[in-house]
């Protein structure tokens, strides 16, 4: 982190393959920050996200994300990167034959955790914050949409991530469950921890109001309003 900056980007320029997607992106996001981030499909919002978190190089300009100079990363870098970053992504789902306590423990012995009760001792303590203590034993079809979903975020807190990704994390959940899910996103940035969350659903933009950027036209627009 330098300062209170998370990601910081300057006259980024992203491509897909030979594809300009995104030029000249200039971005801030600070500790704590929420930021819905909307555009229509194909516009670039993943792929923004991807130079995020290390997924895509940057083709022009300078950034960092969680102290890494993103012009700099190198692929031996990205692991780290990853750890400073908490992704709820849709691809990145529960394993199904594993429960809720055996998915926490992959990532934590996957990012480097070996003492037993360290493991134990986290494990509660994000199921804490996301409501669902008592169902550590449970495999993840024994839980609801938005139980998953919060478990899902409990993996991305494991190791106290600067910041959450959160691509369409409310898509297949019913209205009320969305907004508990946004509310817990929410509560997490209040905590200190930054939040983006990209999504189609302008409904739960109004419902929780904050910073808006969005992705139009090769571009990308801080400081939006939506109508
Ligand atoms: N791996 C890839 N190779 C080539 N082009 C790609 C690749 N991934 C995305 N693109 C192209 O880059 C552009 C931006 O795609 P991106 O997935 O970033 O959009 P998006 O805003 O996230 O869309 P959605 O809302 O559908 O997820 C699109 O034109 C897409 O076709």
């Given at each position: 982190m330098i300062g209170n900056s998370i990601i910081k980007l300057n006259n980024v320029d992203i491509f897909q393959q030979k594809h300009l997607?995104?030029?000249?992106v200039n971005l801030h996001i600070d500790k704590g920050d929420f930021v819905w981030l909307i555009g229509q499909t194909g516009s670039g919002k993943s792929s923004l996200l991807k130079v995020i978190y290390g997924d895509l190089n940057i083709a022009a300009g300078t950034g960092h994300a969680c102290g890494y100079e993103l012009s700099k990363l190198a692929g031996k870098d990205v692991p780290y990167l990853r750890r400073k970053l908490g992704i709820v992504f849709q691809d990145f789902q529960l394993l199904t034959d594993r429960s809720v306590e055996q998915n926490l423990q992959f990532v934590m012995h996957a990012t480097g955790w070996t003492e037993k009760n360290q493991i134990a001792d986290r494990i509660l303590d994000v199921l804490e914050k996301v409501g669902?203590?008592?169902?550590?034993?449970?495999?993840?079809?024994?839980?609801s949409g938005g139980e998953q979903q919060r478990v899902v975020i409990a993996r991305a807190l494991l190791n106290n991530p600067e910041i959450i990704l959160a691509d369409?994390?409310?898509?297949?959940?019913d209205p009320d469950t969305s907004e508990e899910i946004v509310l817990l996103l929410k509560q997490i940035s209040q905590g200190g921890t930054a939040v983006v969350v990209a999504t189609h659903d302008y409904h739960i933009i109004r419902t929780f109001p904050s910073r808006i950027i969005k992705c139009e036209n090769g571009k990308v627009l801080e400081d939006v309003q939506i109508a």
């Open positions: 997607v995104l030029s000249n669902l203590r008592s169902k550590l034993k449970k495999m993840p079809h024994e839980l369409e994390p409310t898509g297949n959940l």
